[in-house]
């Protein structure tokens, strides 16, 4: 079983819309939970991060955390043709951070 | 504010031969850490730092050695390139081991 699995899609929302990324992680011992967004051929940057069960909001992004359900999830409300790009799922548990393989997002003007 | 500096951006070598790909970082960070990237297999770790003079393996450690020269700078070595290492490889940094990374800009390598 994968550390972390995320849907690949692709996903496409047309500009404007609610997209939804979701995450899942095996091992409960996970610490904390970040979203990374990489455009194509490009390095990965740093979007959200949560560490407490809930909700996180930044600006247009909002991050859920479940750690019952072990699911992470990032909602980007009003998409923008610019947030098309793959969207990386990472989890920490100790010393390492361990990335699903992303899922790649379409926002159609 | 440079963040972190990975040298080359891209390079090619033949079966065989070795190589070392430069990372620094000007952040003052403990933890660096070294990864490759493969279509449909997402970011793996190769090697990390959690502070200077420290260094352990990660998921993917076979055919690659790592140095951390200093606080700042932390490097990785082919000794022997096979095609297997074709990858896309990313330095990142992070202030400590369960901090936010931040990534390099990567280096595109092809072993032919």
């Known amino acids: 079983q994968k550390e972390v699995e995320q849907n690949s899609g692709p996903l496409s929302v047309p500009e404007g819309a609610i997209a939804s990324l979701n995450c899942t992680y095996s091992d409960r011992g996970s610490q904390s939970f970040f979203w990374y967004r990489q455009y194509s051929g490009k390095s990965p940057e740093l979007i959200m991060s949560i560490y407490s069960n809930g909700d996180k909001e930044d600006g247009r992004f909002t991050a859920q955390l479940n750690k019952a359900s072990q699911y992470v999830s990032l909602l980007i409300r009003d998409s923008q043709p610019s947030d098309s790009a793959t969207y990386l799922c990472a989890v920490n548990r100790g010393n390492q951070f361990y990335f699903g393989t992303g899922t790649s997002l379409t926002v159609i003007p | 504010n440079a963040g972190v500096t990975q040298t080359p951006k891209f390079q090619v070598l033949k079966t065989g031969q070795s190589m070392t790909l430069q990372c620094a970082q000007d952040m003052n960070h403990n933890s660096m850490y070294w990864y490759r990237q493969d279509p449909g297999m997402g970011l793996r770790l190769i090697y990390y730092?959690?502070?200077?003079?420290?260094?352990d393996k990660g998921e993917v450690p076979n055919g690659y050695n790592v140095s951390r020269l200093n606080k700042r700078e932390f490097s990785l070595r082919l000794e022997s390139a096979a095609p297997s290492q074709t990858s896309v490889y990313f330095c990142?940094?992070?202030?400590?081991?369960?901090?936010?990374?931040?990534f390099g800009s990567g280096t595109q390598l092809s072993v032919l």
């Open positions: 730092s959690a502070s200077e003079g420290t260094t």
């Open positions: 990142a940094s992070g202030r400590a081991l369960n901090e936010k990374l931040f």
